[in-house]
């Protein structure tokens, strides 16, 4: 069962509601490699959102309000003025980015209300920057009946809110993935008490996948893509990771539709081995998960969701009786393990197992 959360935006005319499927998640099989904020949990797809408009009066406020009590969890008011920092980590930085942006190209101004209400953990901001930008931007050119290639205006309007006004330096893929509607996501151990998802995907995609963490920190660096691009004495490094950016994501997407296996073995390997280069990742526990999965019949396995500590692998598989084989074979050695399935039949959690196991791989 797909878990939403609602955007909501009330002017003095109107109230639009904005509905994203969205997950608890820190996984991704495709997106932002390396940009922790943009790409770590990308949840929604432009082709989910839905919309209405009612009569509705503003407070002239803004708020971002959690339903739950503990774990990173936080409420902000601020005033609408657009005082609020946004290069703090403010998750209502990315709506008013949104905003600015938007009011720059179309004269669109307050006064406004946004209302947020997430059960999904904030840390360091809302768990999807480009899912939010683009679905704010989206509702935005909905609002004003601006349906002229929406789905890349919604894109571009996302992609320079965090270039230019909020400095995130995500990458247009994040954006691009959302438009396009099809991404994979996951929860790993910090937030298995919450429901994961999927967002809707395209239907001739059915796979079953095995998400396991090893738990504690093990070993990654921070690895947002800002602080690649302060590392100007890498020229190498920098260009592999703006080369990745524009073309891994979108193969991975496609190869999962057209179900190429071969094609998705050689990407699984070549992004593992490209994360390790890009960020420096040495994650032994994670690397050698990657290995036993592959070895129970995983053809797509890859490290994912540093944050906020620890790191999680997740595997493909092509029925159920593989992806349990893989779990059994991780218990031993992850303080979490999960089988999902995704596709025409929606989300299907098979286990969602605690055990008992140490922290780590055998050597």
């Not at 009011?103 to 809302?126: A, C, D, H, M, W």
């Not at 190869?255 to 994650?283: K, Y």
């Amino acid at each position: 069962m797909v878990f939403l959360y609602p955007i909501n935006f009330q002017t003095r005319e109107n109230f639009m509601k904005i509905t994203v499927a969205n997950a608890p998640a820190k996984a991704c099989l495709a997106g932002e490699y390396s940009d922790w904020m943009g790409g770590q949990a990308l949840v929604a797809s432009l082709a989910s959102l839905t919309t209405r408009t009612e009569v509705s009066d503003i407070s002239g406020s803004v708020h971002l309000i959690s339903s739950a009590s503990d774990q990173g969890f936080f409420s902000t008011h601020a005033p609408l003025s657009m005082d609020i920092s946004i290069n703090t980590d403010n998750p209502l930085r990315y709506v008013l980015g949104v905003m600015q942006e938007f009011e720059n190209r179309f004269g669109f101004y307050g006064p406004l209300q946004v209302k947020i209400e997430s059960t999904i953990p904030t840390v360091g901001g809302l768990s999807s920057s480009a899912a939010v930008c683009v679905s704010v931007a989206a509702a935005l050119l909905s609002h004003l009946d601006i349906n002229d290639n929406a789905g890349e205006k919604a894109v571009d309007i996302a992609f320079k809110a965090e270039r230019d006004r909020i400095n995130t330096g995500c990458g247009t893929q994040d954006q691009i993935i959302v438009n396009k509607g099809g991404l994979l996501l996951l929860e790993f151990a910090p937030f298995r008490d919450y429901p994961r998802t999927m967002t809707g995907t395209s239907s001739d995609i059915d796979y079953y996948v095995t998400v396991a963490s090893p738990g504690g920190r093990t070993g990654y660096n921070d690895i947002s893509g800002d602080l690649i691009s302060r590392n100007g004495s890498n020229e190498s490094r920098i260009s592999t990771y703006r080369d990745l950016n524009k073309t891994v994501p979108s193969k991975i997407f496609n190869a999962l539709i057209d179900r190429d296996i071969p094609t998705l073995i050689g990407l699984s390997r070549f992004s593992t081995e490209a994360i390790r280069h890009l960020v420096s990742i040495d994650n032994n526990a994670i690397l050698e998960m990657i290995k036993i999965a592959e070895q129970s019949g995983s053809f797509y396995a890859r490290p994912s969701g540093p944050r906020p500590s620890g790191g999680v692998m997740v595997a493909l598989s092509e029925d159920l009786v593989t992806a349990q084989k893989i779990a059994e074979a991780l218990r031993p050695y992850a303080s979490f393990v999960a089988i999902d399935r995704f596709g025409k039949t929606g989300t299907q959690v098979f286990t969602s197992v605690d055990t008992d196991a140490k922290v780590g791989v055998p050597a």
